[in-house]
Structures are given as structure tokens and as C-alpha cells.
T-cell receptor, first 114, second 115 residues
Framework: KNQVEQSPQSLIILEGKNCTLQ??????????LRWYKQDTGRGPVSLTIMTFSENTKSNGRYTATLDADTKQSSLHITASQLSDSASYIC?????????????FGDGTTLTVKP | NAGVMQNPRHLVRRRGQEARLRCSPMKGHSHVYWYRQLPEEGLKFMVY????????ESGMPKERFSAEFPKEGPSILRIQQVVRGDSAAYFCASSPPWGENTEAFFGQGTRLTVV
């Protein structure tokens, strides 16, 4: 069964600090992995998409890594801001599947405090 | 270039009534996906549609729920005889034909409250 596990479930950090969110998956055969940011009461917004051959991808202060051998991904946030407070969702797609069959993690809720 | 538009943003229905949720995909997108998010939980896939076709409805409850994406107009998610447990945020996403690097863009959701 395809699964995506995210950790930690929630995280509180001080403004300006860095943090790393984890995503472990068992989706096979792997096609791509996406990280989304979901602000409270809003729809998810894509941060990065990574395919099998990509190890690292950055989007501003967000850097995602992918280890396809260990089936792990991380999202690193640098110099956190109050606006980074949100839920971060890891989504993994299998080959020959569609977006609907993508497997969603339950998200990590990040709170950035002043 | 407008994003995925969902309406209404908030919908209140009494038990037993019907709820109709609308989703207009991004321009040029022919694929629509519906998800449900219960309070404090993750997104759960419901249904995947192309124009005039249901491709995958494996996440749809067997009764009371239906979805369509007509040739003209928005995609509609219909919930008949709503119950309290239907209260949730319903998100729609759209994309071009799905591939390895395809982006799916989400709307802002419709928050359904059943009273």
C-alpha cells in the first residue's frame, strides 16, 4: 500500500531560525514528489516538484532534497518568517498514475513565533 | 490568467438539503480533481474528471455524492441529503494532461457546514 509519512506532526520555532521537515514514502514505482504549503483557510500552493533524477531543488528560502534510494525527502526552511506559519504537505505520485492517485501526507504544521 | 476558482467559499446547509460546489479550472486545463479535508486532517482524494468523463472516482462515497465536468461550464460536486459528517473543506485542483512534471493548481476551497 502506498503511504506517505511526515514528521514532525507539528513544530514551533522562533522567527529567523531554520527548520527541516521530513517525508518518508513507500510509493512505487516512483514518479515525482511535491511539497505544498497550505495557509490556514486557503488552498495548497506548490513549492517544489522533484523527479527521480533530482536530488535538490530550491525555491527562495525553501530547499527540498530527495533520496530515492531511501525513499526520503526533506524540506528545509532558512531564516524563517512569521508568514511561514502554515501546514506543509508532501505528495508523492506513482508512475502511470494521475494527480488524483497521488498519495498525500497528513502535513507538518509549522508555527513561527516572534 | 485567473487561477482555479471555487464557489461559494462558504456554504451552510441544513441536514437533508443538497449542496452544490462549483469549480472552474485554470484556463487551458482539462483535468479536474476534487479533495475533501476534514478539520485537523489531511487532504483526501475524491474524484478525477476530464471534460465529460469521470476517470477515477475511487475516493467518492458510494451514496449521496456525485461529480460532473460538462463540456461547457464548471465542474460540480453534488452532495445530496447532507449530514453533519459532510462538514469539511472541499478543494478542487486542475491541471493539463498529467505527466512527470505536471503542476496541479488548487482553488481556495469551499467550506461546507451542515447544521
Amino acid at each position: 500500500k502506498n503511504q506517505v509519512e511526515q514528521s514532525p506532526q507539528s513544530l514551533i520555532i522562533l522567527e529567523g531560525k531554520n527548520c527541516t521537515l521530513q517525508c518518508n514514502y513507500t510509493v512505487s514505482p516512483f514518479s515525482n514528489l511535491r511539497w505544498y504549503k497550505q495557509d490556514t483557510g486557503r488552498g495548497p500552493v506548490s513549492l517544489t516538484i522533484m523527479t527521480f533524477s533530482e536530488n535538490t531543488k530550491s525555491n527562495g528560502r525553501y530547499t527540498a532534497t530527495l533520496d530515492a534510494d531511501t525513499k526520503q525527502s526533506s524540506l528545509h526552511i532558512t531564516a524563517s518568517q512569521l508568514s511561514d506559519s502554515a501546514s506543509y504537505i508532501c505528495v508523492v505520485s506513482a508512475k502511470q498514475s494521475n494527480a488524483g492517485k497521488s498519495t498525500f501526507g497528513d502535513g507538518t504544521t509549522l508555527t513561527v513565533k516572534p | 490568467n485567473a487561477g482555479v476558482m471555487q464557489n461559494p467559499r462558504h456554504l451552510v446547509r441544513r441536514r437533508g438539503q443538497e449542496a452544490r460546489l462549483r469549480c472552474s479550472p485554470m484556463k487551458g486545463h482539462s483535468h479536474v480533481y476534487w479533495y475533501r479535508q476534514l478539520p485537523e486532517e489531511g487532504l483526501k482524494f475524491m474524484v478525477y474528471l476530464q471534460k465529460e468523463n469521470i476517470i477515477d472516482e475511487s475516493g467518492m462515497p458510494k451514496e449521496r455524492f456525485s461529480a460532473e465536468f460538462p463540456k461547457e461550464g464548471p465542474s460540480i460536486l453534488r452532495i445530496q441529503q447532507v449530514v453533519r459528517g459532510d462538514s469539511a473543506a472541499y478543494f478542487c485542483a486542475s491541471s493539463p494532461p498529467w505527466g512527470e512534471n505536471t503542476e496541479a493548481f488548487f482553488g481556495q476551497g469551499t467550506r461546507l457546514t451542515v447544521v
